[in-house]
């Protein structure tokens, strides 16, 4: 099994930035392709980002598209999604997860953390 740990959320101002950490125990980090999710109250779960075990491709939502990154680092069983010019559509809370593939679909990864808090306010 793979553990996944997200944090860094918070609230924050629309125009301002946050980075979000997902640190990953369990199994070797740098065989899995690593996604990021979000989910607001009342709606379902959306696809944010996505970057490969390689770290090439990364995949982005088009409502953020040009506004957030998502990085990986091995060495450390670490990915990153730095978050900048939030909008308060942007508000929920983010998920990490872990499959094969650098997946849109939810439903496609094997592992998931508990998600942390984002609230960007008008």
């Known amino acids: 099994q793979v553990q996944l740990v997200e944090s860094g959320g918070g609230l924050v101002q629309a125009g301002g930035s946050l980075r979000l950490s997902c640190a990953a125990s369990g199994r070797t980090f740098s065989s899995y392709a690593m996604g990021w999710f979000r989910q607001a109250p009342g709606k379902e779960r959306e696809f944010v980002a996505a970057?490969?075990?390689?770290?090439?491709?990364?995949r982005y939502a088009d409502p953020v598209k040009g506004r957030f990154t998502i990085l990986r680092d091995d060495a450390k069983n670490t990915v990153y999604l730095q978050m900048n010019s939030l909008k308060p559509e942007d508000t929920g809370v983010y998920y990490c997860?872990?499959?094969?593939?650098?997946?849109?679909?939810?439903?496609?990864?094997?592992?998931w953390g508990r998600g942390t808090q984002v609230t960007v306010s008008s």
């Open positions: 970057v490969s075990w390689s770290s090439s491709s990364p």
């Open positions: 997860a872990a499959g094969v593939y650098a997946e849109v679909v939810a439903r496609r990864y094997d592992y």
